[in-house]
């Protein structure tokens, strides 16, 4: 960083390291208004809850990645096995990756799904009905729906349709990113419109959530928050601006 600091021509003091572990630290920096101008706690969630709590100056927070994919009855094979294979498994450990995966009833290839994903090395926990299609399923328990695995573990449940998944997801999203695989414009239209949150996708890998694949740049995070930024936040995100007004003698009348 810092010898993009000197390429750019900028001063080396504007990042700067914070020379101490203690975490009395922490608390001298969220009270510190005036000084500095916003914090973005990346870490545990006990970090990020100490800061949203203690905080005086304004907080970009990062939570969870509770990520939902929802296979919809009218949903290509073809483009659903996939999608679900690389929204979980290309890379476990991202904030990206899918943690549950829904499957409307009337699809007829569920089976098919959970069959690849175990194949994939992927351990699968799912409701009764996801649980019948293969001896290897591990019953799902009411933690696993709020719970980001980071990790080749996902969550499968059947839902009646459309609606039966914006209710999952409205119960247990946390509101990062969700998308939905449909060849029904209307119903993906529904979908996009009705779920809250900082990225909804159509029939694409959860994984693109990522600031470089928007063409933001680097990013520090993706923000669940609503104001004032949402989604991937880069340098945009970060900076404010001032008003310019110049003139020559107008006068308001």
Request: with cysteine; net charge negative; hydrophobic share 45%.
């Amino acid at each position: 960083m810092l010898d993009g600091l000197r390429t750019a021509g900028m001063p080396e003091a504007a990042i700067q390291l914070v020379p101490v572990t203690d975490r009395a630290a922490v608390g001298a920096m969220l009270k510190a208004q005036g000084l500095i101008d916003i914090i973005v706690p990346r870490g545990g969630k006990s970090l990020v809850a100490r800061v949203q709590e203690e905080a005086r100056v304004p907080v970009l927070a990062h939570l969870d990645g509770i990520v939902h994919l929802y296979i919809d009855r009218a949903a290509d094979p073809a483009k659903a096995l996939p999608l679900a294979i690389n929204a979980k498994m290309r890379r476990t450990g991202i904030c990206g990756a899918t943690e549950t995966i829904l499957i409307d009833r009337a699809y007829g290839e569920a089976g098919t799904i959970v069959g690849a994903l175990l194949e994939a090395g992927c351990e699968v926990r799912g409701d009764a009905s996801i649980a019948s299609l293969d001896p290897r399923v591990v019953a799902a328990n009411d933690e696993d729906w709020d719970t980001e695995y980071l990790d080749a573990i996902v969550s499968i449940a059947t839902v009646d349709g459309v609606d039966g998944a914006l209710a999952h997801i409205a119960r247990h999203s946390s509101r990062h990113t969700d998308a939905i695989v449909t060849e029904e414009q209307t119903t993906a239209d529904r979908f996009i419109t009705s779920v809250d949150s900082a990225i909804v996708m159509h029939n694409a890998s959860t994984q693109f959530a990522d600031g470089g694949e928007f063409g933001l740049g680097a990013e520090i995070g993706i923000s669940t928050g609503r104001l004032h930024a949402r989604g991937p936040v880069a340098l945009e995100g970060l900076t404010t601006y001032k008003w310019v007004v110049r003139g020559s003698g107008q006068l308001r009348p």
